[in-house]
DNA sequence: AATCCGAACAACCGCCACTTA
DNA sequence: GTAAGTGGCGGTTGTTCGGAT
């Protein structure tokens, strides 16, 4: 891991919420490059961030196919089994639901699913906290609709309504994308971030793309174990999402390969990428063939490294 | 209308595992 | 074999906002 490129690291590190402009400057290095050696990444980007920083914001926030918003009653159970398995594995557990981050996972699970576990557990020790179900989640699923439906608002006001919901077209649960796809800006947490609208990566690889590249959606889960199987039995949809996947490799900065992974979806046009790689001079078709296909691998997916 | 409080989320910090010279 | 450096993970904190009083 020791990079030639990685430089010393800097002083005077800038610290707290990232500005717009960061935001671009990082997605636009990446994009251009791939990450490569984060150490490095802030010097060449033009960043005064140091590498940590960058590798979280780019995970946790601008990386492709990230879904913010609503966890659908599939995801919560995912987590809730999970982490009664794993306990607070967050990145394993994060493995499993497409388009989160452990960060999420975590939060979510902090702020809300612990205290619905708990309350469950005073109920009865044998009767675990139900699961939210996609009739409806509960008073305080509405609470939580109401309260956290995120950034997605600002992307739906921004671009193209739909834009948030392709992460899960194919057999998704129509609770996941309830804010994806549903309730403009109105219904979405009012200070979120009002540029960069939230991109979900199916909306910038078309489905022909991951099928190329060997993912396709009826494709089995290698090397998926029963027990993580079992965990997330019942949410299927993943898998099925997961097995659309591809990865590629680019030559990253430091001279290694770094690993891009796509994540298909249906041919939905991608409004912002396609507007970003126009503006910074890649075509939409260069990022099949460049590789910039970032989100998880398929055994990143399902925990095989 | 102003203030307080809790919730949600983004980001930082510290530690650990791994890789490479 | 060892030390140095990087990346990743989990815990924690800080900030912002909405709702209640």
Request: aromatic fraction near 6%; proline fraction near 8%; charged fraction near 25%.
């Amino acid at each position: 891991m020791v990079c030639k490129a990685c430089d010393k690291p800097k002083p005077n590190y800038r610290k707290g919420l990232w500005s717009p402009e960061e935001d671009e400057k990082l997605r636009d290095y990446i994009l251009r490059h791939g990450h490569g050696c984060w150490s490095a990444l802030p010097a060449k980007a033009g960043l005064h961030r140091n590498g940590k920083s960058c590798r979280l914001r780019w995970i946790n926030y601008l990386r492709p196919g990230l879904k913010h918003g609503m966890f659908s009653p599939e995801e919560e159970e995912t987590v809730m089994s999970l982490h009664a398995t794993l306990g607070n594995k967050w990145s394993r557990i994060a493995r499993h639901l497409p388009g989160r981050t452990d960060n999420e996972v975590k939060n979510y699970w902090n702020s809300y699913l612990k205290k619905r576990v708990e309350a469950g557990a005073k109920e009865g020790p044998g009767t675990p906290a139900p699961p939210a179900t996609s009739s409806g989640a509960g008073d305080t699923e509405d609470s939580r609709q109401s309260a956290k439906p995120g950034e997605d608002g600002a992307a739906a006001a921004d671009g193209p309504a739909d834009s948030g919901g392709s992460s899960e077209p194919r057999e998704s649960s129509s609770a996941d994308s309830s804010c994806l796809t549903g309730p403009p800006a109105a219904a979405c947490r009012p200070h979120a971030p009002p540029v960069a609208p939230k991109v979900m990566f199916a909306d910038w690889l078309d489905m022909d793309v991951v099928d190329c590249l060997g993912g396709g959606p009826g494709a089995a889960a290698p090397g998926l174990d029963a027990a993580s199987a079992g965990a997330v039995g019942a949410s299927d949809q993943h898998h099925r999402q997961v097995m659309s996947q591809g990865s590629v490799q680019v030559d990253g900065p430091c001279g290694v390969d770094v690993s891009l992974h796509g994540f298909g979806d249906s041919g939905a046009s991608c409004w912002e990428f396609q507007e970003h790689f126009d503006g910074i001079g890649i075509g939409i078709d260069q990022m099949s063939t460049t590789g910039f296909c970032d989100l998880l691998s398929m055994s990143d997916y399902f925990g095989l490294n």
